[in-house]
Each structure stands twice: as C-alpha cells, then as structure tokens.
C-alpha cells in the first residue's frame, strides 16, 4: 500500500513562510490534496490537485509537487496558521485513500 | 460548504456493534460519492470506507475490511457505517465526508464520538 511521509512538526515566526513536505514513492504522478484542521475542528481543504486553492483559502497559501516530494507553503504566516496539515493522495493500485501522518504547524 | 451531520457514536464493549448514521442532503447523496474517515484521540487522519454514488461500489481500508458496512438510503438522505466486532483500536472521532472526483473530500462533518471500553 501507498505510503506518506510528512514531518511531525514545523515551528515559524509570524510573518514567515512555512514548508510543509509530504514524501511518496513517485508522487508526482499523483494528485496531492492538504487539509488544515484547528483544534476541536473538522478538516478544511486548503489545496487540491497538488496546487489549487478552493474557494474562500488566501494567495499566501500555495503547492507544489515534483518527484517524491509534495510541498505545501503557507507565505506571511499568521497566528490563525497554526494548526494540523495533512496530506492526502488516491492510491488507483486498490482505490484506497492514503493520508499523511501530519504536521503541526506552531506559530512562535 | 455542505452540511453532514453525524450522529450514533457512543461508548460500546468490545466486541460489539454499533451504527452511525450522517445526515446528507439528498442531490448529494444521490450524486456523489461519500466517505467515512476518523481519527482516534491525540492521532492523525485515517480513511475508513467510501461508498459510489450509485452504491454499487464500496472499498475499505484494511484495517476494518470484514467488520465494517458503509452503505445508504437515498430515501431517508442517510449515509450508515455498520461497524461489528469492535475492538479498543476502533475509538476514534468518525466524520463522514463528501467525495469530490473519486479523489478528495470536500465537506466533512463534524464528527461522532466512538469509545469501546469495558
């Protein structure tokens, strides 16, 4: 089964850029998808297809995927920012759906 | 934004079953694919099941494939979960979730508690 890798944590002082990386075997040739949930909160989709921004989620919120590695990147970071991201791809070999283990964005 | 509303969690022995129910306004229930994700207290993301739009197709994850039914009812506008055989690693908070192009969730509950315990 496909597997995702994120780092369990990333710590930025406001004003900032955060990267946030999610590792996969050839990830590139997947659609990633990165969700941002606040505590007590469901999930929010931030990022779809590796780098478009639904409806209503700022400019300052970006991604970008190329070879093993998806990238989400949160520029002019923001106390609001701080929160869990996840990544989330569509793994065709057996329809399942895979998510990252997470990151936990701390605002300084 | 659309609104799901989960409901049916509760606290349950082991080895029991449990359904949970999620409220979803009928065109969407009847047009789009629909999933159950959860998460288990202090932990990440884990998906559980998604069910077609027809119904016709359902997959699960590995870790409740033969004990859990994901299945609906286009008349009472209501996504279950059957979950049997329920076991300590089963507690988590369960959202049910809307399908966007067989690869993402768009619009998620807000969740329904599940806790196994003697």
């Known amino acids: 089964s496909y597997v995702l890798t994120q780092p369990p944590s990333v710590s930025v002082a406001p004003g900032n850029t955060a990267k946030i990386s999610c590792g996969g075997n050839?990830?590139?040739?997947?659609?990633v998808h990165w969700y941002q949930q606040k505590p007590g909160q469901a999930p929010v989709l931030v990022i779809s297809?590796?780098?478009d921004r639904p409806s209503g989620i700022p400019e300052r919120v970006s991604g970008s995927n190329s070879g093993n590695t998806a990238t989400l990147t949160i520029s002019r970071v923001e106390a609001g920012d701080e929160a869990d991201y996840y990544c989330q791809v569509w793994d065709s070999s057996n329809d399942h759906y895979v998510f990252g283990p997470g990151t936990k964005v701390t605002v300084l | 934004q659309v609104q799901l509303v989960e409901s049916g969690g509760g606290v349950v022995q082991p080895g029991r079953s449990l359904r949970l129910s999620c409220a979803v306004p009928?065109?969407?229930?009847?047009?789009?694919?629909m999933h159950w994700v959860r998460q288990a207290p202090g932990k990440g993301l884990e998906w559980v099941a998604v069910?077609?739009?027809?119904?016709?197709?359902?997959f699960y994850a590995d870790t409740v494939k033969g004990r859990f039914t994901i299945s609906k009812d286009n008349s009472n506008n209501t996504l279950y979960l059957q979950m049997s055989s329920l076991s300590a690693e089963d507690t988590a908070l369960y959202y049910c979730?809307?399908?966007?192009?067989?690869?993402?969730?768009?619009?998620w509950g807000q969740g329904t508690l599940v806790t196994v315990s003697s």
């Open positions: 979730a809307k399908d966007h192009e067989i690869q993402l969730m768009d619009s």
């Open positions: 050839n990830i590139q040739s997947k659609s």
């Open positions: 069910i077609s739009f027809d119904g016709n197709s359902k």
């Open positions: 009928g065109p969407i229930l009847r047009n789009y694919a």
């Open positions: 297809y590796d780098s």
